[in-house]
């Protein structure tokens, strides 16, 4: 059980908007940045978001990053069927001293 | 281009040891912070441990600390993980990857390790 709550599934249909969440606590996303990585299917993951809302340079504005509080967003518009996979968020946790991942969102675009 | 190949993996019995290996290029090593995530078969991602940038900060998972070690050779360009103890849910894809010490901006492909009797 991570100390990070992502749901388990998502879905949309192409050119729809999806947002996946990330909860956490104090200890991690209330006092750290927040990263989210896309794990596609036969292919090494890769940094979607870092700093919470950065985009790394390639990766299309269709996605964004956001933090609030002890929660995060990856919202994903415009869907493709090239997004179905893994996503996951993931921080450093001062309290466990190390990185932590949630637990991944499978998204499926229908 | 940042190129990150691990080697090292495959079926090893609980108790014996692995010593992993990742090579890089494209990218200067010394600048980055090196990591090793792994994935159990249909599960998530699981960080593993980080050796920082400048070698002040050495971490692991709880469900690793004692038994695994990371080291780095940076004229080598190499990243290892020395895996002793090993157990049964130590199973999984290990990835190596490089970044600042709390994200991955480069991952490898991975390597297999399986731990069975």
């Known amino acids: 059980q991570s100390v990070l709550t992502q749901p388990p599934s998502a879905s949309g249909t192409p050119g729809q908007r999806v947002t996946i969440s990330c909860s956490g606590s104090?200890?991690?996303?209330?006092?750290?940045?927040v990263y989210w990585y896309q794990h596609l299917p036969g292919t090494a993951p890769k940094l979607l978001i870092y700093?919470?809302?950065q985009r790394p340079s390639g990766v299309p504005d269709r996605f964004s990053g956001s933090k609030s509080g002890t929660s995060a967003s990856l919202a994903i518009s415009g869907l493709r069927s090239e997004d179905d996979g893994d996503y996951y968020c993931?921080?450093?946790?001062?309290?466990?001293?190390?990185?932590?991942f949630g637990g991944g969102t499978k998204l499926t675009v229908l | 281009e940042v190129q990150l190949v691990e080697s090292g993996g495959g079926l090893e019995q609980p108790g014996r040891s692995l010593r992993l290996s990742c090579v890089g290029s494209?990218?200067?090593?010394?600048?980055?912070?090196m990591h090793w995530v792994r994935q159990a078969p249909g599960k998530g991602l699981e960080w593993v441990s980080s050796?920082?940038?400048?070698?002040?900060?050495?971490v692991y998972a709880d469900s690793v600390k004692g038994r695994f070690t990371i080291s780095r050779d940076n004229p080598k360009k190499s990243l290892s993980l020395q895996m002793n103890s090993l157990r049964p849910e130590d199973t999984a894809l290990y990835y190596c990857?490089?970044?600042?010490?709390?994200?991955?901006?480069?991952w490898g492909q991975g390597t297999l390790v399986t731990v069975s009797s």
């Open positions: 104090s200890s991690n996303i209330g006092s750290n940045y």
């Open positions: 700093w919470n809302d």
């Open positions: 050796f920082s940038w400048n070698s002040d900060s050495i």
């Open positions: 494209g990218f200067t090593f010394d600048d980055y912070a």
């Open positions: 993931a921080l450093w946790d001062d309290s466990l001293s190390g990185v932590v």
């Open positions: 990857a490089i970044g600042a010490l709390d994200y991955f901006n480069y």
